[in-house]
């Protein structure tokens, strides 16, 4: 297995294609990196600027390049003997014209060859819906939709077709007949009976109307393909026939303001194999499985071994020819069963390295019988995030926050309001379903035959709002230990929630323990089985919504502790809990990811290091937010007896800008307008005052409002008069942060993972935003004038990067250095020992340090952390009067003799390693020692 020494992610898109990927190798081969790790590459929707919209998975995406480029990229990576690991996307597919497998099962419903491909309920408990697949993608309500001549058809040479907007759907060939028969006479009477034609037009309706029903795949296909081809045949040939067609298609269209001229219009969408609707309506009445609640994502059952082949058989090809070396899998916790998944793709893909995208709750394992290496990161995320965070200070914080915005709801009742929310709200319909499969199975047995389908709806929905995990993994083999635990914390706590209903919430613990199974028929036992499966599918989607899109935008006590997989509540990680983890993935999962920025994450990695520093200064945090808010409050805007923003959104707001603000300042340059648009994303995330689903046009103006406002660059503003001071200050700390915490990074148990620019400051907000343009050009020019000068004079070199540090420049060096030594002691960073090494002295607080040692070689990493206390922010955590006589404690068996490969400076040691020598040049040490 080829094991990543470090990944680079790169997200491409027709901005960023294979071309300008293969113009940064040689830069990216320079700074350190071994394997490109890409987004889903394969065909998306036209312009996706992300990739996870897939319409064809056996279809490198032309939006990217040719194949000759894709090739030309695949092999200079080969040649640089470097290698490409691989977003891939098993869960779901676009709901849109592209995706041709789905038009196919839209056009020929149970007769298409793809008719088990995706995941959806054909037989469902609404007739409206039964045999019709849900198409919520109308921007208004159908009727109106219709009759605004919104809804049109259309004939071409694919046949008749539905068309709103871009959308494009077809219509199935049955109801062609309806549409040709429609004033047939009049075609009669202009060409004549007996005329050819008008005989050939008789004998394509009689196919449409005498298509054997007994008649399947290819035969169907080819059939309906001739009658179609004769139909388009004589309306290209004969003017009367298309004359006659087209003003059908006119008749059919309707009439705005004449609501009866649509009827023959909704007559025929009637009949179709899918039902469109406001988009709206997803959230409450749903029949297929989404990504999470977006309704242009549409399910793939890869769990039907056909389609788990279909949909890898590119992917598959790829791997055996080497161009992919590395496998990471998307949103693993949507797949039906992700223990047989991953099975089946380790037995296909040999010894490919493999990850997954999985949120681990704080200190939930993740499940050791999967064959794969690890996480693609968001736990080593949080945990290096937190150890940057003052514990003992969680107390004053509470209180700042209460203080500020009058809030007082524990962040244990927000989890289960926020969740609770999305299940009333955003999943209702996909309770609703789950529910209706419970009352099937309840009605098997007389314990349960009395039971209420809304009654165990309300039961499901307790349990799944207090679910605690992300999901559990219970199969065709059964449960284990850690599922059980789970399952009963979850009955447990909603019996306290929903105690009339106990009798419901034990038959739902019974049938998801597989209790009670010996009594069952197979066909009984398959119909819990499969209820337990699908319930898992939603518990991580909930969680999802409830907290990552709900709740990180509503609790706002720190916002560096917001991001995914992380639990604000939790204020900081201690470095005992810290180097725990890292034994534990050393023991486990050695050669898992380990991130600190993602497309996903809802901030930049340097936001977050910045706003940590907050937590060493709460005083005058509490200060500075109290003076902002006191010469503010003239600007916010008075709507309706509330003012905007509330005081909840102004402390977040304050707090993203001392996260965000450029070094540079905000004149000239476009930071304004990308933080209203984050700004915006976030309120209506938040689902408080406004939402994705019912917009309040005034809270939004009035909060953009203000955001100009607290902004507006003069020098009358006292906002910023007072705000510049501050900022610069939690900026400078946060600089040391940042330099920490990417040592950290590179040198803890795992694969480092570096996000596509990262390497100079990051300071983006939640996506798109973190999916800007990189600017390779000046990272290429600094990297070259960085490692010219290394090599001629390298404590010069450092202190300029240190005089300069807002540049950004500092944080590529440390970056490059380490990397460099990564890939010189790989066999240390990859199977070392994980030591932690004890501070004593004045600070020993104040530094993160532990030793990897493999064979003869040892390594320590010395990180600062919590400066604030340590040194004024314009100065540097550096030599004897900062760090006096803080020590590590070395065992006997270390080297005595060391050099930092960050400034090649030789540093001694005797049974202790001072850090004042250790820190003489740059603020942080990564030391090598051999016996």
């Known amino acids: 297995m080829r094991i990543p020494t470090t990944t680079y992610r790169i997200q491409f898109h027709a901005g960023f294609n294979f071309e300008a990927a293969k113009q940064i190798l040689s830069y990216l081969e320079e700074l350190g990196i071994t394997d490109i790790y890409a987004s889903p590459i394969f065909k998306a929707r036209k312009g996706s600027s992300h990739g996870y919209d897939v319409v064809d998975s056996n279809q490198v995406n032309p939006e990217l390049g040719t194949s000759e480029n894709f090739e030309a990229l695949t092999y200079e990576i080969k040649k640089r003997n470097m290698g490409w690991l691989q977003d891939i996307v098993p869960n ?19 007769d298409s060859d793809y008719f088990d491909y ?71 009477r202009e060409l004549g009976r007996r005329h050819p034609d008008f005989i050939k037009f008789l004998g394509i309706l009689y196919l449409i109307k005498n298509t054997p029903s007994e008649t399947k795949g290819k035969a169907r296909y080819d059939q309906i393909a001739f009658v179609k081809g004769l139909l388009w045949e004589l309306y290209n040939q004969n003017p009367m026939v298309q004359e006659f067609i087209d003003e059908n298609i006119k008749v059919f269209n309707g009439e705005k303001g004449n609501a009866e001229s649509f009827n023959l219009l909704d007559d025929l969408l009637s009949e179709q194999f899918y039902r469109l609707a406001f988009w709206k309506v997803g959230a409450e009445e749903i029949n297929y499985r989404r990504f999470f609640t977006v309704n242009e994502l549409i399910s793939v059952k890869v769990e039907e071994i056909k389609v788990f082949h279909k949909n890898h058989a590119l992917i598959f090809d790829l791997v055996e020819e080497g161009k992919f070396t590395g496998l990471r899998i998307d949103h ?60 003992d200070r969680e107390q004053q914080f509470s ?34 379903n789950l529910a209706q499969l419970l009352k099937n199975i309840s009605g098997q047995s007389r314990q349960g035959n009395d039971f209420t389908r809304p009654g165990l709806e309300k039961a499901l929905a307790a349990v799944l709002t207090i679910f605690p995990v992300y999901r559990t993994y219970i199969n065709q083999d059964g449960l284990r230990e850690s599922d059980r635990t789970y399952v009963k914390y979850a009955i447990a706590h909603a019996k306290e929630q929903v105690p009339r209903l106990l009798k419901e919430l034990k038959f739902i613990e019974t049938v998801l323990l597989l209790e009670e199974e010996e009594t069952l028929t197979t066909e009984q036992k398959e119909q819990r089985r499969h209820f337990v499966m699908k319930l898992q599918q939603l518990t991580g989607p909930l969680m999802a919504k409830g907290v990552e899109d709900t709740l990180l935008y509503v609790y706002y006590r720190l916002l560096s502790l917001n991001e995914v997989g992380g639990n604000p509540s939790q204020f900081g990680v ?36 910045r706003i940590n520093v907050l937590s060493e200064i709460p005083d005058e945090w509490e200060q500075q937010v109290r003076s902002w808010r006191e010469v503010n409050s003239s600007k916010k805007v008075n709507f309706v007896n509330r003012m905007v923003p509330d005081t909840n959104d102004e402390y977040f707001l304050y707090q993203t800008l001392l996260g965000s603000f450029p070094f540079e300042g905000i004149e000239n340059t476009d930071y304004v307008d990308r933080l209203k648009d984050y700004v915006i994303k976030a309120v209506r995330e938040a689902k408080v005052y406004t939402a994705w689903l019912r917009p309040d046009n005034d809270y939004e103006t009035g909060f953009m409002t203000f955001v100009d406002s607290v902004l507006e660059p003069s020098e009358q503003n006292q906002f910023l008069n007072k705000f510049t001071p501050f900022w610069k200050k939690v900026a400078l700390y946060g600089i040391f942060n940042s330099l920490s915490q990417t040592l950290l990074k590179i040198t803890a148990p795992g694969v480092p993972d570096i996000y596509q620019g990262t390497e100079f400051w990051d300071l983006s907000h939640v996506d798109p935003d973190n999916r800007r343009p990189v600017d390779f050009e000046r990272r290429i020019e600094v990297l070259r004038e960085i490692k010219e000068q290394a090599q001629t004079d390298i404590l010069q070199l450092v202190e300029d990067l240190i005089a300069t540090r807002e540049d950004a420049r500092i944080k590529l060096f440390l ?22 090494l004890q501070a004593v002295g004045t600070f020993k607080d104040n530094v993160v340090a532990f030793a990897r040692s493999f064979e003869d070689t040892t390594v320590i990493v010395i990180a ?68």
């Open 399 to 432: 209180e700042i926050y209460q203080r500020f915005t009058r809030l007082n709801v524990p962040y244990e009742q927000l989890f289960l309001d926020k969740k609770g929310l999305i299940v009333e709200k955003n999943l209702a319909g996909d309770v609703d």
């Open 864 to 931: 600062p952390r919590f400066l604030a206390g340590i040194v004024k922010p314009e100065e540097m955590p550096l030599g004897k009067e900062v760090w006096k006589d803080t020590n590590l404690k070395l065992s006997e068996e270390m080297p005595s003799v060391w050099k930092d490969a960050i400034t090649n400076q030789a540093v001694e040691s005797n049974g202790t390693l001072a850090i004042s020598e250790a820190l003489s040049y740059f603020p942080a040490a990564l030391l090598i020692g051999k016996k």
């Open 574 to 609: 201690s470095l005992v809990d810290f180097h725990e983890f890292n034994q534990q993935q050393q023991a486990a999962w050695p050669h898992k990811m380990n991130a600190t920025a993602t497309h996903d994450t809802k901030r930049g990695e340097d936001v977050r290091a």
């Open 118 to 188: 995706f995941d959806i309920e054909w037989n469902h408990a609404y007739e409206h819906l039964r045999g019709r697949v849900l198409a919520p993608l109308l921007g208004n309500f159908y009727g109106e939709c219709l009759e605004n001549g919104e809804i049109q058809l259309k004939y071409s040479e694919l046949g008749l077709t539905i068309n709103y907007y871009s959308l494009q759907l077809p219509v199935k060939i049955e109801s062609y007949a309806k549409f040709i028969s429609h004033n047939l006479g009049h075609l009669a």
């Open 332 to 391: 693993i916790d949507g797949l039906y069963d992700p223990t047989e998944y991953l099975k089946r793709l380790r037995e296909r893909t040999g010894d490919t390295y493999i990850t997954v995208e999985k949120i681990l709750e704080h200190e939930e394992d993740l499940p050791s019988y999967w064959p794969i290496e690890g996480t693609s990161g968001y736990d080593f995320l949080n945990y290096v995030n937190g150890v940057f965070c003052r514990c």
């Open 92 to 110: 779901h597919m676009a709901y849109d014209t592209q995706n041709l497998l789905l038009l196919d099962v839209l056009e020929h419903g149970p």
């Open 815 to 836: 970056t490059a250095r380490v990397l460099e030594a990564r890939k010189k002691y790989l066999q240390v960073f990859q199977s070392g020992d994980y030591l932690p």
